[in-house]
């Protein structure tokens, strides 16, 4: 079991449109992008004009055209999460993170974090892309309560949109920037806590979605769907028959691939669309932030009595499954 004390979001303040992708002359208008992928506006880190003159035909480069560094954005979503926990940053005794898309092979992400908000404490990274955030959590539950700090600190940034080739129409309209931050503790009680974890990969199929070194993103954009929505129904559905709950308190959170996906999912498994909790239309694809900054924007809407099922898929390829569960006593 984890125990959640706060969760935070960040999202830079450059909006792609429909219209600007449009704009960029790749064979994809805004009624394509909306049918196809049901997203309408994903936010960046980086300059709209240098998109619209590059297209980010070397990633390189992208750095330079940063409006923020990913840790002004890690910083900023762990203030918010800080201060739901009602906790300073001197409280935290370790920080880890996670991200798809490092700007530094070495060192850890999480110690250029923990460098931004002044936190001395042990700092690591544990990535497994999309599916990060179930990861973390699990092998922190694997840890012995004894063995870890009162409170963790765990920060996820993506600058999705810094290996994104905006000249090729099937990517393009897919991925957004954001970061998310939660404060968890094996050892603190809270009202809300993770109950069960399950997660795998199946790594035969590495090679089905890449970020090469200075390269662009790239994926079997079919076969990773499918798989995508196997893996997220099966989660789901095993959730849903370990954990029965009233069914108005059961609801739902999925990586935020594209809207058409986390439909097929909440078809498959019966959950309307007022108990499924999603962002991915007006922020895109955050990669492993996604799901965490969806319940992060819903942090005052969490009751108790809450089952919340997050369950998510990334490259490698891998996934993973959790509970969220709010309770009335800590």
Not at 159 to 171: I, K
């Amino acid at each position: 079991m984890i125990y959640l004390h706060g969760l935070g979001h960040f999202y830079p303040e450059n909006v792609i449109t429909n219209k600007f992708i449009s704009e960029l002359d790749i064979g994809s208008d805004e009624q394509w992008i909306m049918e196809r992928v049901g997203i309408a506006e994903r936010r960046t880190s980086l300059s709209l004009d240098y998109i619209k003159k590059t297209k980010n035909s070397d990633p390189r480069a992208a750095s330079e055209a940063s409006i923020h560094t990913r840790a002004e954005a890690g910083a900023a979503a762990a203030a918010m999460a800080l201060q739901r926990a009602g906790l300073s940053a001197g409280d935290i005794g370790m920080v880890i993170s996670g991200t798809s898309t490092p700007h530094y092979t070495i060192p850890a992400e999480a110690s250029i974090i923990a460098a931004e908000l002044g936190i001395e404490a042990p700092c690591f990274d544990i990535n497994a892309a999309c599916s990060t955030f179930v990861v973390q959590m699990a092998c922190l539950g694997q840890m012995s309560a004894g063995h870890t700090p009162n409170f963790v600190l765990v920060v996820n940034p993506e600058n999705y949109t810094h290996v994104v080739d905006y000249s090729d129409r099937r990517v393009a309209p897919l991925f957004g920037d954001g970061c998310s931050a939660a404060v968890i503790s094996a050892s603190e009680p809270s009202k809300k806590r993770f109950e069960v974890f399950d997660y795998g990969s199946r790594p035969d199929s590495w090679e089905k979605v890449r970020i090469p070194r200075a390269g662009h993103f790239s994926q079997d954009g079919s076969y990773v769907q499918r798989f995508a929505i196997r893996k997220a129904t099966e989660g789901v559905r095993q959730l849903q028959q370990q954990y029965p709950a009233d069914t108005e308190k059961f609801k739902f959170v999925g990586h935020q691939a594209n809207l058409m996906m986390l439909n097929t999912v909440c078809r498959r498994c019966d959950i309307p669309e007022s108990r499924h909790l999603y962002n991915v239309v007006d922020f895109g694809n955050t990669g492993c932030s996604s799901a965490p900054a969806v319940l992060s924007q819903n942090w005052d809407r969490l009751c108790p009595g809450d089952h919340i099922a997050v369950a998510v898929v990334g490259s490698g390829l891998t996934w993973g499954h959790t509970l969220l569960k709010i309770t009335a006593e800590e």
